[in-house]
């Protein structure tokens, strides 16, 4: 008899790497708010020019979702070689000139490392005012902590990749038989594996929704065949436009959707704009919405939301001429 088949035994759950630096990164952000002068204390990522606070105990400067431009941050000048820990932010010179410094009159922070040897983002804390005399920061610990962060990272993401592509299979196999991209049930999967990723690890990530144009007018002047053949050369373009690790499906009749993963906010009309010349050259006319999900503030639900309302402005734009 197996272990988990013995009388008052349950099955040990799969390990799931996000879920697990996900609880780390609030069990040590909450430990730290709670056992230093800092008010604030996060675990951010840095990708693509900014840095998002992911996993936060917020009291008065910082919230989850919050961006800043990497270059005009007090961690991007930590990270580049100045002081790990800073008492009084507009008295040292190499943070006081600063936007920020404005707000942040104490700050700590160390990097962590990611699993290819790079750089994550950063555990950080913060506070208005600067430390007085009688209060300090544990320098080594909040280091510790760090590179406690990134070995933890390091195995979340490898626990994942295996998780993931055992899981994945098993989504990828539930295709639409006309075209052969992801049906409705595929792509659930899909998103649920994705907003797990946005809100451990902050991967960026936007979804599109795709309407045909004219689909029942050539039903109706064409027949049925004509119109599945202009529907299989629309999921053809968007597949062939979609970079590696995105996803299309099908998620209604003339309707598509798409996962894209590395697309930021500031890339989502980039993205459109390429999806929409995929269709052009495969003479296919559609309107097209596009959204960026953002941690702590839009989960891909609510980026579905705003892509398909994209998608009818986009429409009624057409229309319009």
Known sequence: ??????????????????????????????????????????????????????????????????????QESFCSRMSAGAAHVVRDARADADYADLDAAEQVGAYAGFTIGDDR???????????????????QVDEPLVRMLSELLTTQLVLAR????????????????????????????????????AQERLDAFGDPVAVAVVDLDGLKRVND??????????????ADALRRACAPGAH??????????I?????????????????????????????IGVAAAEPGIVPLDAALELADRRMYAHKLARRAG
Not at 261 to 282: H, K, M, V, Y
């Open 248 to 257: 299309v499906a099908r998620y209604g009749g003339d309707e598509f959707t």
């Open 1 to 70: 008899m197996q272990d988990a088949d013995r009388p008052g035994n349950t099955p040990t759950p799969p390990l799931n790497g996000a879920r697990s630096f996900t609880e780390s990164a609030e069990r040590v952000v909450e430990y730290l708010k709670r056992n230093t002068p800092l008010t604030d204390w996060s675990v951010s990522r840095v990708s693509g020019g900014e840095q998002v606070h992911l996993h936060v105990r917020h009291d008065q400067v910082l919230s989850v979702g919050d961006r800043v431009d990497w």
């Open 259 to 287: 996962l894209a993963n590395g697309i930021s906010p500031a890339q989502s009309e980039a993205a459109a704009a390429e999806f929409a010349r995929a269709l052009d050259r495969a003479g296919v006319r559609a309107s």
């Open 117 to 135: 040897d790079g750089e994550f983002g950063i555990l950080c804390g913060v506070r208005p005012a600067p430390l007085r005399d009688d209060e």
């Open 158 to 193: 490898a626990i994942d990749r295996e998780r993931r592509r055992v899981e994945l299979t098993e989504v990828l196999a539930h295709t639409d038989a006309l075209t052969g991209v992801l049906n409705r049930r595929g792509w659930d999967g899909l998103i649920a594996d």
């Open 221 to 234: 002047s064409e027949g049925h065949a004509a119109g599945d053949r202009l529907i299989a050369r629309a």
